[in-house]
T-cell receptor, first 108, second 113 residues
Framework: GQQLNQSPQSMFIQEGEDVSMNCTSS?????WLWYKQDPGEGPVLLIA?????ELTSNGRLTAQFGITRKDSFLNISASIPSDVGIYFC????????FGAGTILRVKS | DVKVTQSSRYLVKRTGEKVFLECVQD?????MFWYRQDPGLGLRLIYF???????EKGDIPEGYSVSREKKERFSLILESASTNQTSMYLC????????????FGNGTRLTVT
């Protein structure tokens, strides 16, 4: 079935650093989504991507829909302590599939 | 903004009890979903619904049922709660099928003792 490989599994970075994470699949998707989940809360949609090659920003976050439609990445610039949480990618084609998540921890 | 509201943030129930988890969305979304989230297992789809009175099994429906009598409300039912159903339960809704993002509630952390 469709599966997403999200990496890295976890990151521990210095405040102010840029962060990059990605999702890859052997399947093609029509939509890519990126979510953030704070501890004890539900996931919140950060960015939605609908076209291959699309590059979209939301504040310090930038995400891209890969040209092959099989991957997507999320970048966070100048990380701050409140960026801590779990970041999920999700791909949609007929059904929605989630990645396993990237746990982000920031050293202040 | 879409608002998905889950009726309880925390629940503690005994083994064998019937448990109802309620979810309401306020944006007239067609689709509603129930997931459970466990460490190391990610988000797993239990049931979803594309319309009132319509339901479809997800990846892990065993031990659960659902009800969608009104468009805005989607209930998850544990007929006889068991300890392995201790988990974080997340409700979500989306506007339409085939590319519309899911919007999640804040989750219900259920503990079955």
């Amino acid at each position: 079935g469709q599966q997403l490989n999200q990496s890295p599994q976890s990151m521990f970075i210095q405040e102010g650093e840029d962060v990059s994470m990605n999702c890859t699949s052997s399947s093609i998707f029509n939509t890519w989504l990126w979510y953030k989940q704070d501890p004890g809360e539900g996931p919140v949609l950060l960015i939605a991507l609908y076209k291959a090659g699309e590059l979209t920003s939301n504040g310090r976050l930038t995400a891209q829909f890969g040209i092959t439609r099989k991957d997507s990445f999320l970048n966070i610039s100048a990380s701050i302590p409140s960026d801590v949480g779990i970041y999920f990618c999700a791909g949609i084609k007929n059904k929605l599939v989630f990645g396993a998540g990237t746990i982000l921890r920031v050293k202040s | 903004d879409v608002k998905v509201t889950q009726s309880s943030r925390y629940l503690v129930k005994r083994t064998g009890e019937k448990v109802f988890l309620e979810c309401v969305q306020d944006m007239d979304h067609e689709n509603m979903f129930w997931y459970r989230q466990d460490p190391g297992l990610g988000l797993r789809l239990i049931y979803f619904s594309y319309d009132v009175k319509m339901k479809e099994k997800g990846d892990i429906p065993e031990g659960y049922s659902v009800s969608r009598e009104k468009k805005e409300r989607f209930s998850l039912i544990l007929e006889s709660a068991s300890t392995n159903q201790t988990s974080m339960y997340l409700c979500a809704s989306s506007l339409f099928t085939g590319g519309s993002p899911l919007h999640f509630g804040n989750g219900t952390r259920l503990t079955v003792t």
